[in-house]
């Protein structure tokens, strides 16, 4: 079955930067892929995403400061994060779904099938 490990959350101060990875496992294709945040009380909020066919797309509030990429034969997703905020403090979702479209700036939780367990992000100021 498909799963997703995400690694590499931790506390850091404003200004600074972290990196995410996420690798995924149980499957031999290329899914859309990518990684939605919430904070307590708040519904998942989309970040950045990549298709099977490499298009990127990230949510206004993180475009110039995150950087998603794809290795390892498209199962490992990593998302650099610089400039990091307080208000980018959330739980951070790897997320994963066989339908391509799912990728976008506008992506919602709701339609994706996979999630990994999550890894936590905490930006002091």
């Known amino acids: 079955r498909v799963r997703l490990v995400e690694s590499g959350g931790g506390s850091v101060q404003s200004g600074g930067s972290l990196t995410l990875s996420c690798v995924g496992s149980g499957y031999d294709y290329t899914m859309c892929m990518g990684w939605f945040r919430q904070v307590p009380g708040k519904e998942h909020e989309g970040v950045a995403f990549?298709?099977?066919?490499?298009?990127?797309s990230y949510a206004d509030s993180v475009k110039g400061r995150f950087t998603i990429s794809q290795v390892n034969a498209k199962n490992t997703v990593h998302l650099q994060m610089y400039s990091l905020k307080s208000e980018d403090t959330a739980t951070y979702y790897c997320?994963?779904?066989?339908?391509?479209?799912?990728?976008?700036?506008?992506?919602?939780?709701?339609?994706?099938?996979?999630w990994g367990q999550g890894t936590q992000v905490t930006v002091s100021s």
């Open positions: 997320a994963a779904d066989e339908v391509d479209a799912y990728c976008s700036g506008s992506a919602s939780a709701t339609d994706f099938e996979y």
């Open positions: 990549i298709d099977s066919d490499g298009i990127i």
